[in-house]
């Protein structure tokens, strides 16, 4: 079991940056992928992006590449998303997910999720 809870979230200006935190319960957290999703009104839950257990391998959605950057610190248990040049569009509650083995980028892929961060960008 894995329990996640995701802070960092909060209104910024287009162009501003906020850093995501999500830490993690347990003594396995290094051997799970993790993952950051975004859920926006009327819109169903995405990718933006993941990261393999050892930190080695990253994948992030079109939309943020650039911009968004994902690391982790296992001896914290800790995963991270660093999140520049906000544009409106990016406004979404985000959503912190584990997965135990290899890193995927589909939502349904993931069982342990958090409660989630409102990120609010303005025009």
């Known amino acids: 079991q894995v329990q996640l809870v995701e802070s960092g979230g909060g209104l910024v200006q287009a162009g501003g940056s906020l850093r995501l935190s999500c830490a993690a319960s347990?003594?396995?957290?290094?051997?799970?992928?993790m993952g950051w999703f975004r859920q926006a009104p009327g819109k169903e839950r995405e990718f933006v992006a993941v990261?393999?257990?050892?930190?080695?391998?990253?994948y992030y959605a079109d939309s943020v590449k650039g911009r968004f950057t994902i690391s982790r610190d296992n001896a914290k248990n800790t995963v991270y998303l660093q999140m520049n040049s906000l544009k409106p569009e990016d406004t979404a509650v985000y959503y912190c997910?584990?997965?135990?083995?290899?890193?995927?980028?589909?939502?349904?892929?993931?069982?342990?999720w958090g409660q989630g961060t409102q990120v609010t960008v303005s025009s």
């Open positions: 990261i393999s257990w050892s930190g080695g391998n990253t």
């Open positions: 347990g003594r396995t957290f290094s051997t799970y992928a």
């Open positions: 997910a584990a997965r135990r083995g290899v890193v995927r980028r589909t939502v349904n892929e993931y069982e342990y």
